[in-house]
């Protein structure tokens, strides 16, 4: 067993980290199966969070008014785990929107990971469901609130303890994984964009959820793709 790892879970507004934004982050610092140190924030997407992620998590977009974006507050989340592997429920979903958060404002952020997922599709094949719900209930652990990102992360530290117990003693079961995740660093807007982009946001009337000047250059492009999809040049 590692004896000590950040417990990590985000939550987003969807599922791509290229395009989907980070609106919560839960840490918890866990040494010898004790928590001594915990980070929680939500963080401000910058756009808006559709119903069914509000269903799911309860996170209203007035709750992310005023609250931090994700680039002012990576250094902290980067220097919470430090060195220290990150452990979490199918782990790489987090890592990837972290590390592109990282790479574009010039901090790294470790790529050793334990993932309860994977640990449970190991020991527990014989199981129909492997999320982390479903393991929570099945080992009699509190979820606390689900889908709120300090919670899950600590139900998934409280489930590596209990997976722990069922590895053979053989020590032929890895608990590390290396994560990996290939982040292109984002270009910003170009003039062209610009332009062509104010264009159309103004012969159509449209209201953008994100600024034409925090634009990057990929996003510009698909949100001139969908303004021409969706009203025409």
Known sequence: MINRYVALDIETTGLNPAVDRIIEVGMARVEDGQITQKYSTLVYPGISVSERITELTGIHNEELAGKPRIEEIIGDITSFIGDWPILGHNVTFDFSFLKRAAVNNGYTITDDGIDTLKIARRLLPELEHKNLSFLCQYFNIDPGRSHRAYDDAVSASVLYG????????????????????????????TPPQRRYLAALVEKHNINLEIPVEEMTKSMASRQIDTIIAQYGK
């Not at 053979?168 to 660093?185: A, G, Q």
């Open 162 to 189: 209990k997976l722990e117990k069922l590895k053979p003693e053989d020590n032929s079961f890895s608990n590390t994984t290396k994560l990996v995740y290939v982040v292109k660093k984002d270009s910003p807007i």
